[in-house]
Each structure stands twice: as C-alpha cells, then as structure tokens.
C-alpha cells in the first residue's frame, strides 16, 4: 500500500504525509465571510477538502476536520448597511444558505464550525501575547503585527519583505512603523460592532481569526490548513506569522491550496459579471453534477468551468449511473476502498482526475462482468464512488428526479405514454410508437429500449 502524499505549498513539494499523532489528524479550511451567497469559486475548497478528508477517515481511526465562519468583517458591515437591517439577521441569513449549498454538494459536515464572535477572547489573548513578546505594538487605537520582527516572514508565499505590498489587501497608514504590518484589532465606531479589549472598544482583523481559532479548538499546531490559491499571501502567510510568533513552533505542518476556477476561459470577477453562485448553478444542475465538475481537474490547476463542462459531467454521471441502473439486482460486495485503484489515485496528491477514470474503468467492468464476477465489479464501483462523494443517489431517480434543470416531468404521465407506446408496437401500429417517442423527447425524455423492457431518463 502506498502512502498519501500531498503537495505542501510551503516549500512547493509533494511530500508523503506524517501527522504529528496517527491517532488524531486534525485539518483546518477556511470557511466563508457570510455577507452573500457562495459562488462556484468559494465551493472548490469545500469539494476537495471534502475528499481530502474522506481520505483521511478511511486511513486513520480519528480526524478532526474545522471550517469556520467569519461572522464579523467590513464587507458584513456594509451589507447589512445597505440592507437597512442588523448584522445579525445577516450572518444567520447567509450562515445557513451558505450550509444548505454545501450540503448539495454532498459535502460532509465538518467535526467543528467555529464562529469568529464566539471566540474574541482567545482572539485578545493572543493579541496581548503577540504585544508581551515584542511582535506587535499598540497605535492610535489599533494593534498591529511588525512584520519586520519574525525571521523567515514570506517563506510561505515565497515573497521577500520588501516585495510584500504587491498585491495585498494593506492599507499604508500614518499609524504603521512600516507599511506592511497587518491590523490584529481595530477601534469600532459606536454605530459599529465591537469588544471591551485592552485597548478599547474594537474588532478583531480578518488574519487573526482563523489563528485565534485554530489555538482554542485544535491546538498550537495542525497537521493541514487549506484553503483557494488566494489566500496564501497575505491571509495564510499573517495566519502563520502570528501563530508561530505566539507559540513557537511550526503551527501547520502541510499548507494545502487549490488553484482558482474561471468562467468561461476568463477570471471570474464581480467587474466582468461572470460570477455564479452555487445556488443559481443549483437551478439547472443537480448538486451532484456541480461536484464531479469541481472535481473534474487536479486540485493544483486553474478549472475552466462552463455550460460544456457541466453537460460533460452530467454525462459522464449518466454513464456511471447506468452501470448501477443496469445491475439493479447484483447485490455489491463489501470492498475495502483502500484497496481500489479510485483511493490509490487519491491518495497520490489528491489526482481527482485519475481517481474519476479508475472509476469509469470500474463501470466498464461491471458493464462486461459475468454473474460470478459482478458482484465485485459493483462493490469496487461503489466504494469509489463512496470516497469521492458521487453516486449517492438511487439510480432511477438520477435519471427521472425533478429539478435538474428541465422543468417539472410528471413520472405517471412518461409512464403511461411508454406503455402506450409499448401497445402501439404490439399492434404493429409504428407510427404511433414512434410519434410518442418524439412527443417523450419533446418532453426532455430520453428512451432506452432493453431485454427487460424500456427504461427512460432526462435527456
């Protein structure tokens, strides 16, 4: 059995995985800032880390697997602002959008979902640490981190200090001793939320969250922090900035990143309003079909997504699914995932690609298999289908359920056409057979004429 080996963006190499206690691995993604709806982009962390950590359940007995929600930001601020109503009702509106879009995704439910404003106190304490150590300093009502006070500031991004401004989400403040230092905490406005802190009424800044978290939920150190290519500099690179300056050590001992994903061969960016939200992609796809999508390129590279990737994944879905439709009746045997060539992928960097063709090998199979081999053949197919989050679903209604994008469709009226139709051929009455075939199609009904009788499905 080979090991898992996964890409450490620190350093930029493939590395074989050691957690620090094989009997607890512990993970941390960030999560989102719940100010609006998800897009597309936002859920290809949730997918991969989501495999990730079905791959990690079925290697050891115990992960702890965290996703926070970032409930206090300016962006959260605003948009209840704009909304004319509290921060509160916001953050409960698009918390639970945000959780019932995931779960469409057949995304498991992590071990833990830190809030940000039910842990400012350990967001205070490791601010006070951070000053008693001479790594962060006090002015004009805020607390900042010098970044010029930690040795090997950048080693995750790979930027020197003098280049780290280029591309930051910094502002170059009078208050600053040097220009990128990062705010810990921040004075609050009477009309805005805040804290009683040391140093008066304030919030906390976004880096200091996920670290404050992490030390109250997992510990001073993880075995994986992951997260979109996005966040390494400045987010993660602040995040591990802060930590290892607190409480010594190497904080996160695998950084994991997926790259980004485009619309239509372009960035996706709220300026060219290309971006899509889960929950509008949701109205045309089954959650299902958005998941082997995301899942359709190796995490590491840029994903292309479109209307002719999505059709690529319905199909291949209806293609897998069928497999399952056709062998109704062979029970599957219980297979060990471990030893299917779907895990092998997986467990060489996550190669989700490779992982899907393993999968369409074991269809094929199952497709060719005799009643002695079937059997095996189903339950390998089943086991990789398991690991990856795919074919959860009861294969006749994959292929007859509502809401995937075409409209409503009455099952009793598609099956009391196909046996008229059935009838009409019995008559030798072709005409008619084939005019209510065409009259299915219309309808978005594909027809599959077999030994044991016909079948149908969406088109």
Not at 242 to 251: L, P, T, W
Not at 320 to 335: F, G, M
Request: hydrophobic share 40%.
């Amino acid at each position: 059995m080979t090991d898992l080996r996964l890409t450490n963006t620190q350093g930029g190499e493939k590395q074989v995985f050691v957690p620090a206690d094989p009997s607890c691995v512990t993970m941390y993604v960030c999560g989102p800032t719940v100010y609006n709806l998800a897009h597309i982009g936002n859920a290809r962390p949730v997918v991969v880390f989501d495999v990730l950590y079905r791959v990690l359940q079925a290697l050891y007995p115990k992960v702890i697997y965290a996703r926070n929600i970032t409930d206090i930001d300016d962006k959260i601020i605003a948009a209840a602002r704009e909304r004319g109503t509290d921060i509160q009702a916001v953050t409960d509106e698009f918390t639970e959008k945000y959780r019932e879009d995931m779960a469409a995704l057949q995304t498991l439910v992590p071990s833990i979902e830190p809030h940000a404003t039910e842990n400012i106190q350990p967001m205070i304490a490791l601010t006070e640490q951070l000053v008693a150590s001479g790594h962060a300093y006090a002015s004009d009502g805020h607390v900042l981190f010098s970044v010029e006070s930690m040795v090997g500031y950048g080693e995750l991004s790979g930027r020197k200090l003098e280049d780290m401004l280029a591309g930051a989400r910094v502002d170059v403040a009078d208050y600053k001793r040097h220009p990128g230092d990062f705010v810990l905490w921040k004075p609050s406005s009477t009309e805005e939320p805040g804290w009683d802190s040391p140093w008066g009424r304030g919030r906390p800044g976004w880096h200091l969250e996920c670290s404050a978290m992490i030390r109250a939920h997992m510990g001073e150190s993880i075995d994986i922090h992951g997260g979109g290519r996005d966040l390494i500099f400045p987010h993660h690179e602040n995040e591990r900035a802060q930590s290892c300056c607190a409480y010594g050590g190497d904080f996160v001992r695998y950084w994991l990143h997926n790259a980004y994903v485009d619309m239509d061969g372009e960035k996706m960016s709220k300026s060219l309003g290309n971006v899509r939200s889960v929950r509008e992609l949701l109205e045309h796809y089954p959650g299902e079909v958005l998941r082997f999508a995301l899942l359709s390129a190796h995490y590491r590279s840029p994903l292309n997504f479109s209307s002719d990737l999505l059709d690529g994944a319905r199909a291949s879905l209806d293609t897998l699914y069928n497999a399952l439709r056709q062998s109704k009746d062979v029970k599957p045997e219980e297979i060990d995932v471990r030893e299917t060539e779907v895990f092998e992928s997986l467990k060489d960097d996550l190669n989700t690609p490779k992982a899907i063709a393993a999968l369409h090998a074991a269809a094929k199979a199952l497709n060719k298999a005799d009643s002695k081999l079937a059997a095996k053949a189903k339950g390998e197919l089943v086991a990789g289908a398991r690991i990856l989050g795919l074919l959860s679903q009861d294969p006749e209604k994959w292929f007859t359920a509502i809401g995937s994008g075409t409209g409503d469709i009455d099952a009793d009226a598609v099956d009391a056409l196909i046996a008229e139709r059935i009838a009409a051929k019995g008559d030798k009455d072709y005409a008619r057979a084939d005019a209510i075939r065409e009259q299915l199609s219309g309808m978005g009904i594909l027809l599959e004429d077999g030994a044991d009788g016909t079948s149908w499905r969406r088109g």
